[in-house]
């Protein structure tokens, strides 16, 4: 079965630098997703990507965060100063249409 | 706006026993309504989803959920309840083409 792939699983980081968070999703969908679980609590959404550009984002994902997809299969998620309270598990889904998300198994990441 | 309420943050079941989730969701419109199960350190999986036709909906591992429009749920249920059925369980609903989760409830099994 067709998997959404993320790297690394885990990803330390100092606080204040760049991350790059990075995702292979299902090669025939059209909308990728990134949403953010901080531990302990809910999975919240945090941007929407289709036909090459943000469709929608959550107040959550300010200026510091940027998507891209730099060629035809990986999506991914840059932090360009990271905080203490970025600290969570990232996740990475894709979807043919609408609906039927497929998640990746996320990317930890711990911010020191 | 969608929203998704799960009541109860912790539920315990004996091994065997039935499991019964809850989930409540506001809408206006009719919505797509998914179950994700999350083992520790892992990512989240797909259980069941409805989106239109038979409102009772079956899944993997021997679960299954049934769409009740008068009462706005989808509580997600197993007949009995397995050691491996341990993990946090998530309801979510589809709007504007995006999720919004519910917080999660964790699931227990005693032996």
Not at chain 1, 5 to 34: D, K
Not at chain 1, 48 to 54: L, M, P, T
Not at chain 2, 5 to 26: F, I, K, P
Request: include cysteine; aromatic fraction near 14%; proline fraction near 4%.
């Amino acid at each position: 079965e067709p998997e959404v792939t993320q790297t690394p699983s885990h990803q330390v980081t100092q606080m204040g630098q760049e991350v790059i968070l990075r995702c292979v999703p299902i090669s025939n969908h059209l909308y990728f997703y990134w949403y953010r679980q901080i531990l302990g609590q809910k999975v919240e959404f945090l941007v929407s990507f289709y036909n090459n550009e943000i469709s929608e984002k959550s107040e959550i994902f300010d200026d510091q965060f940027s998507v891209e997809r730099p060629d035809g299969s990986n999506f991914t998620l840059k932090i360009r100063s990271t905080k203490l309270e970025d600290s969570a598990m990232y996740f990475c889904a894709s979807t043919p249409r609408g609906f039927g998300y497929t998640f990746g198994s996320g990317t930890r990441l711990t911010v020191v | 706006a969608q929203s998704v309420t799960q009541l109860g943050s912790h539920v315990s079941v004996s091994e065997g026993a039935l499991v019964l989730l809850r989930c409540n969701y506001s809408s206006s419109v009719p919505p797509y309504l998914f179950w994700y199960v999350q083992y520790p350190n892992q990512g989240l999986q797909l259980l069941l989803k409805y989106t239109t036709g038979a409102t009772l909906v079956k899944g993997i591992n021997g679960f299954e959920a049934e769409f009740k429009k008068s009462e706005t749920s989808f509580h997600l249920t197993k007949p009995s309840a397995h050691m491996s059925d341990a993990a946090e369980y998530f309801c979510a609903g589809e709007g504007n083409e995006k999720l919004t989760f519910g917080t999660g409830t964790r699931l227990t099994i005693i032996p």
